[in-house]
């Protein structure tokens, strides 16, 4: 059982746009900073997000982040045929002094 | 550009160790805090340990305590993981990654390694 609690799927049709949810608590998202990764098929994860907000150089404005409380979301507009991989969040936990994932989500482009 | 190459995954016997490394290059090696995650045959990711830039502030996730250990030559800009009395349920891909600052606590991933298999077999 993760810390962190993502939905295992979610879904959207190509043009739409969905999110993905990251839940945790006051030690970890409560108190801080999120990152969020995607992951395609057998190759090391990519940071999508990074401080809850911040996208690197070379991530398209498609994707984008929030936080509120404990949980934090991602956002993918304009849904691509490509985007249907694993998303992971992870953040910090002030608690465990460790850092903790989200099982991960796949999104699956109907 | 920032480089992570790890090495030292293999094949390994119940009870035996195994050392990854992690050469990175690219960036100032000693600024940075560095993890290790590692992702079990058709599960999500897992942190591992992490360890700060200077080496002196170690974390461990708690099923590792005591039989991982993290280190780091910053003479050498590499990263290691020491991993005694394997089992079956540590083969995965292990993974280096680069932190976002001198502390873990900010997050890890700004760049990743290209992962290295270690299979726990008889």
């Known amino acids: 059982q993760s810390v962190l609690t993502q939905p295992p799927s979610a879904s959207g049709t190509p043009g739409q746009r969905v999110t993905i949810s990251c839940s945790g608590s006051s030690t970890n998202i409560g108190s801080k900073t999120v990152n969020w990764y995607q992951q395609l098929p057998r190759t090391a994860p990519k940071v999508l997000i990074y401080?809850?907000?911040h996208r690197p150089s070379g991530v398209p404005n498609r994707f984008s982040a929030s936080k509120s409380g404990t949980s934090a979301s991602l956002a993918i507009s304009g849904l691509q045929p490509d985007d249907e991989v694993d998303y992971y969040c992870a953040a910090w936990d002030d608690t465990l002094n460790g850092l903790v994932f989200g099982g991960g989500t796949k999104l699956t482009v109907l | 550009e920032v480089q992570l190459l790890e090495s030292g995954g293999g094949f390994v016997q119940p009870g035996g160790s195994l050392r990854l490394s992690c050469a990175a290059s690219?960036?100032?090696?000693?600024?940075?805090?560095m993890t290790w995650v590692r992702q079990t045959p058709g599960k999500g990711l897992e942190w591992v340990a992490a360890?700060?830039?200077?080496?002196?502030?170690?974390y461990y996730a708690d099923k590792f305590k005591g039989r991982f250990t993290i280190s780091r030559d910053n003479s050498k800009t590499t990263l290691f993981l020491e991993m005694q009395s394997l089992t079956a349920d540590d083969t995965a891909v292990y993974y280096c990654?680069?932190?976002?600052?001198?502390?873990?606590?900010?997050?890890?991933?700004?760049?990743w390694g290209q992962g290295v298999l270690v299979t726990v077999s008889s």
């Open positions: 690219g960036f100032s090696f000693s600024t940075y805090a």
């Open positions: 990654a680069k932190d976002y600052s001198s502390m873990p606590v900010a997050g890890t991933g700004d760049h």
């Open positions: 401080s809850d907000n």
């Open positions: 360890l700060s830039g200077s080496g002196g502030s170690i």
